[in-house]
């Protein structure tokens, strides 16, 4: 069953200039010479933890375990070079599942000129696991970091955020593109890509920088999702409890110098909109304020896994 599926991936796998030896070997081969710094970046997803696979297609699952660490280089502003990706499969259906897998992440890897170098097949009587780990070019302007903020600084968003559990964690669009857009073309001081949610997210952003922040709510893109999602349930969380909670939104999240983030706004240069929901200050914290209101803490709420 795994050399039918490995011959069967390796009639689909296109031709790529980085890859000298790719699937076939023991180790993959690859031509990146020249190159004097290397992003490498890892996500494990799990069946039951960040997807039920009863209810979602697998092709689906295989684009968002691509997605995601595709999301982690654009949150350090580095462009894709090659991929190899682990997948522990139940032994009932396994090969059908796996190339169901694969029919998701091979689109998507064409899509960003990534190199699928190679991976691993185990087979096993628990739930799906697959593990993608990703390379990626740091750009002549250096890589984006966490650390890095100043105070007075703007706090810069693409796109809008929650309820992304209906739907929008399997489909949403990495910022691979925008964010390489923006740290070509403007000065950023730090970033990161909003996977466990904004409020949790900015909470390590500061904390990496040795800041606090302060985010006025009233700005903050609301999704649609977060709305309907708010209504669906109807658990007394508001729809900004989802943006700023939810997670799974992939979106950047940046700390600007002022006069450049005038100038970003001003522009609107993606095809997604950038907004500006707040300061990063010297006083330590997470801090919100409503329109012009009192400055009140802001509980970090998002996702954790939790173990002992």
């Not at 396994?94 to 899509?111: C, D, N, R, S, T």
């Not at 190199?115 to 250096?142: E, H, K």
């Not at 799974?248 to 909109?273: G, I, N, S, T, W």
Request: with cysteine; hydrophobic share 45%; glycine share 10%.
């Amino acid at each position: 069953m795994e050399q039918q599926f490995i011959a069967w991936l390796r009639e689909r796998l296109p031709a790529h200039p980085l890859l000298r030896l790719g699937p076939g070997d023991d180790a993959a081969v690859l031509r990146m010479a020249g190159m004097d710094e290397c992003v490498i970046t890892i996500d494990l997803l799990t069946d039951q933890v960040d997807f039920l696979l009863a209810e979602v297609d697998p092709r689906r699952i295989g684009r968002k375990a691509l997605a995601v660490n595709l999301s982690d280089l654009a949150a350090m502003a580095a462009r894709p070079l090659a991929a190899v990706l682990a997948v522990a499969l139940p032994r009932q259906g396994g090969l059908e599942l796996a190339v169901q897998l694969y029919e998701g992440i091979l689109p998507l890897a064409e899509k960003y000129n990534l190199a699928i170098a190679g991976g691993d097949t185990n087979s096993w009587d628990g739930p799906l696991v697959i593990t993608a780990t990703l390379l990626g070019q740091v750009t002549a302007r250096g890589p984006l970091c966490r650390k890095g903020a100043t105070a007075g600084d703007r706090i810069i968003v693409t796109g809008a955020f929650g309820g992304s559990i209906l739907g929008r964690q399997f489909d949403f669009e990495p910022r691979v593109n925008e964010a390489l857009l923006l740290k070509d073309r403007y000065e950023l001081h730090a970033g990161m890509d909003v996977s466990d949610g904004l409020a949790i997210d900015l909470s390590r952003l500061v904390r990496e920088s040795g800041l606090g922040a302060i985010v006025e709510t009233d700005c903050i893109p609301i999704h649609e999702d977060a709305r309907k999602l708010a209504r669906q349930r109807n658990d007394g969380r508001t729809p900004l409890e989802h943006a700023l909670g939810d997670g799974e939104d992939f979106e950047l999240l940046l700390a600007v110098p002022p006069k450049e983030a005038r100038r970003m706004l001003a522009e609107q240069p993606l095809d997604v909109p950038l907004t500006d929901i707040g300061l990063y200050t010297a006083e330590s914290g997470l801090w919100q304020r409503e329109a012009g209101g009192p400055i009140q803490p802001l509980t970090p709420s998002g996702w954790e896994h939790s173990f002992t």
